[in-house]
């Protein structure tokens, strides 16, 4: 059986980000300079004030991160993203719509644009008449038409003569008739144009029905694929700003006289 491809929605195995990895490398810090300071190891002050403050500011930003896409107990305005997705998808309909396909936009495209000579390119209009010419409807018509026209009393010539051969003399002409007319009927589609309003509202319709299927779960998902894998700097310069608070205040310490 050959092998599946994996499903993105699937749980995935937790993995250690860059900012869990930061938070652990300050609280080694406290850790090391809460031991340092029982052993009374010179310079162990200034760990345990960079790993209790980096550890600090690290926590605060990665409950901060999660607050975005999780309700957290007992914290008012965690889970903000779930919590507002109706807003999150009128906001998201209002940009695509605004900067995507504003009226202006669509206006100087389609006059610079034959949409229908992009839709049915021209090499493909001569494949698709030959195909539509062999097709079981095509077939059913001529069998119709050649019916209604010779009826009964012309039936003996019908046969005299051959239905297939008939049916077959019919299809060649049909055939030379779309080669002549593929030219024609390029230009008439070619000259086709479509109106920008009418467009614009088909797709703000468009957009608008496959927005409200998305669920809070579902915006949820979105926002995290793009975002929640950058947020973890905050969380990494969170311990670097708060260690670097820590640092600070144990110097301003030893500038005033302490010990």
Do not use: C
């Amino acid at each position: 059986m050959p092998p599946t491809e994996p499903n993105r929605d699937q749980v995935r195995p937790p993995v250690l980000d860059k900012g869990s990895v930061s938070n652990l490398v300050a609280l080694a810090l406290l850790l090391v300079g809460v031991a340092g300071q029982h052993a009374a190891v010179v310079g162990s002050r200034w760990l345990l004030a960079a790993g209790l403050f980096g550890l600090a500011g690290g926590l605060t930003n990665w409950l901060a991160v999660k607050m975005l896409f999780d309700r957290v107990p007992l914290l008012y305005g965690s889970g903000v993203i779930p919590a507002r997705f109706r807003e999150i998808r009128a906001e998201v309909r209002t940009l695509i719509m605004r900067h995507f396909f504003d009226p202006e936009y669509l206006r100087r495209y389609l006059d610079g644009n034959s949409v229908v000579e992009q839709l049915v390119p021209a090499r493909e209009l001569h494949a698709n008449l030959e195909r539509a010419l062999r097709s079981p409807e095509t077939e059913e018509a001529i069998d119709a038409k050649l019916s209604e026209y010779l009826g009964p009393r012309l039936g003996i010539l019908l046969h005299l003569a051959g239905t297939e051969r008939i049916k077959r003399l019919v299809h060649e002409a049909l055939e030379e008739v779309a080669v002549v007319l593929e030219r024609p009927l390029r230009r008439a589609v070619a000259d086709l144009t479509l109106d920008p309003m009418a467009l614009r509202e088909q797709v703000d319709r468009l957009v608008s029905a496959k927005l409200e299927e998305l669920t809070p779960e579902t915006v949820k998902r979105m926002m995290e694929q793009v975002i929640r894998a950058h947020l973890g700097w905050l969380v990494v310069w969170g311990n670097i700003l708060g260690g670097l608070i820590g640092l600070l205040s144990v110097a301003l310490g030893y500038a005033r006289g302490g010990p």
